[in-house]
């Protein structure tokens, strides 16, 4: 990539996340939040699904990618093997990369549960400075009860969030994404065992493979339930703070607008009211998820669920056709009447 940097415009900078139809309200918030901070700059989503007619491209407060856009050599073994988690998961270096490829001197990714709460220039100015950006799950040792198991808890998720990451369009990058890519996918899946936090974990390798990295040590960056506590947010005339500081994104991972009372369904004894001021900013967040959509989406199939015969794809087999080789994968997956070399393989060891 570095031969056609003179090409490529270093500050002209893109940002992406990924969902499956279900979770559709969550991206318009995200594009809408994004788009009314930092006006000007392309916000897209990659549909790790099929549209089945459900939405309307010319209407959404984003530019769409869909999974042919991606380049995934064995397309349909891809979306298989993962759950409908997963694959929105494992998509992400793809994403991220094909961005890439149209262009864009930087892309910033931020997870489908996010709200922009401010500009975002300074991360455009350190993704001109640097090939990866990262943010850590803790900035400071965490000062709380059973502090020890709330950071074993963060090491199994893996040292760095994938909410919020940042490439630049260099070697370094690129080799990174093309590595990752390789990872994530057959190995896309929480399994704490084998050291696997779906796609997260393997950001743990950055600083060792990316010598120009950056770590994000803002702490109005990536506030999520996780930090929540050490960040202090405070509101004040519809401004949000934490310690002092713009709150530039805010995470809300495992939260369901359908349960406002909850922070997560993670820990389902955090509840939104223990908060403090952070509280109005769930409430913000609630009415526009409802107001994107949120009880209609919920009802949407994901394509991916079931055989071409209506079946529902039981999780063994997709992690059969995780373990398969590229020869016994021979075929598509989802037509379970005419699999290839992957349906005799896989019926030797049980039902489909």
């Known amino acids: 990539m570095d031969r056609h940097r003179i090409l490529l415009d270093m500050s002209r900078h893109a940002a992406v996340t990924i969902v499956s139809k279900r979770h559709l309200p969550l991206a318009r918030v995200t594009a809408q939040t994004f788009r009314e901070h930092n006006p000007g700059t392309p916000f897209y989503v990659l549909l790790a699904d099929d549209e089945q007619g459900l939405l309307d491209p010319a209407c959404e407060p984003f530019e769409l990618l869909h999974m042919e856009d991606l380049g995934i050599a064995e397309l349909k073994q891809f979306q298989f093997q993962h759950t409908e988690m997963e694959l929105s998961y494992a998509c992400t270096p793809y994403a991220v990369q094909c961005l890439l490829r149209r262009g864009f001197g930087g892309v910033l990714f931020l997870k489908q549960e996010t709200m922009v709460l401010a500009d975002l220039s300074p991360i455009w100015t350190k993704l001109t400075e ?157 009415v526009l998820l409802m107001a994107a959509g949120y009880t209609e989406a919920k009802r949407f199939p994901y394509a991916y669920e079931r055989y071409d015969d209506g079946v529902v794809i039981s999780a063994r087999a997709r992690r059969a056709c995780q373990q398969a080789n590229a020869a016994q994968q021979a075929g598509n997956p989802f037509a379970r009447r005419r699999w290839l070399g992957f349906g005799r393989w896989f019926q030797k060891g049980g039902k489909a």
């Open 130 to 286: 640097h090939s990866v950006l990262l943010t850590p799950h803790l900035l400071a040792p965490p000062d709380r009860p059973n502090a020890a198991r709330h950071e074993i808890r963060v090491l199994r998720a893996g040292v760095y969030n994938g909410g919020v990451i940042g490439f630049a369009n260099d070697r370094e990058a690129n080799g990174f994404l093309e590595w990752w890519q390789g990872k994530v996918f057959r190995s896309c899946l929480r399994d704490t065992k084998l050291g696997c936090h779906f796609e997260q974990r393997w950001l743990d390798f950055v600083p060792s493979l990316v010598p120009r990295h950056h770590l994000i040590r803002d702490p109005g960056v990536n506030v999520g339930h996780w930090n929540l506590r050490e960040r202090q947010v405070q509101v004040q005339e519809g401004r949000v703070t934490a310690l002092g500081v713009p709150c530039r994104v805010f995470r809300f991972s495992g939260y369901q607008a359908d349960r406002p009372d909850m922070v997560t369904k993670y820990n389902r004894h955090y509840t939104v009211a223990s908060t403090g001021a952070a509280a109005a900013v769930f409430a913000r967040y609630q």
